[in-house]
């Protein structure tokens, strides 16, 4: 399993929390993302992060 990091953004693109999840597929952390996103009025969206590398970006303003 590889290690994730969740970062969620404020509405002016800050991070203000990070949520650590681990799973074996990029498809899978990003679902996961997603189920964590539990009060998106709260923030802009989500990045999902493996080491360096930006995995996903969501925007809460998407319908997906």
Excluded: C, T
């Amino acid at each position: 399993m590889a290690p994730y990091r969740v970062h969620f953004l404020d509405h002016g693109g800050n991070v203000y929390a990070i949520h650590h999840v681990e799973h074996d597929h990029d498809e899978d952390a990003i679902g996961a993302a997603h189920r964590l996103n539990v009060l998106p009025h709260l923030g802009s969206g989500f990045e999902v992060w493996e080491d360096d590398r930006l995995v996903h970006r969501h925007s809460n303003r998407d319908k997906n």
